[in-house]
């Protein structure tokens, strides 16, 4: 059975940081692609970041590119995302996601 559970969300400041955890298990994780997403308030959820089998190949949505550090750890099966600089618009539920699959989320809010 596929998991995967997200953790680090929070409120943080305008500027400020955080870094989110996604716990994978129930598939093959280390040859996969995994993504991670977010839904704003209002909005659709839109895919913000992607890294490939061994870190090959790494992508980000041009809005969070050179704030935001997908990561991903082979040996615990954890895929992480370090977010700086950060800003009310990134305010949003983030996701985990590999194929059709989805974590519950967890929530971003970025306030002063």
């Known amino acids: 059975q596929v998991q995967l559970v997200e953790s680090g969300g929070g409120s943080v400041q305008p500027g400020g940081s955080l870094r989110l955890s996604c716990a994978a298990s129930?598939?093959?994780?280390?040859?996969?692609?995994m993504n991670w997403y977010r839904r704003a308030p209002g909005k659709e959820r839109e895919w913000i970041a992607s890294?490939?089998?061994?870190?090959?190949?790494?992508n980000y949505e041009q809005s969070v590119k050179g704030r935001f550090t997908i990561t991903r750890d082979d040996t615990k099966k954890m895929l992480y995302l370090q977010m700086n600089n950060l800003e009310p618009d990134d305010t949003a539920v983030y996701y985990c996601?590999?194929?059709?699959?989805w974590g519950q989320g967890t929530q971003v809010t970025v306030s002063s």
């Open positions: 996601n590999w194929a059709d699959h």
């Open positions: 129930g598939f093959p994780f280390v040859i996969n692609t």
């Open positions: 890294i490939s089998f061994a870190g090959r190949t790494i």
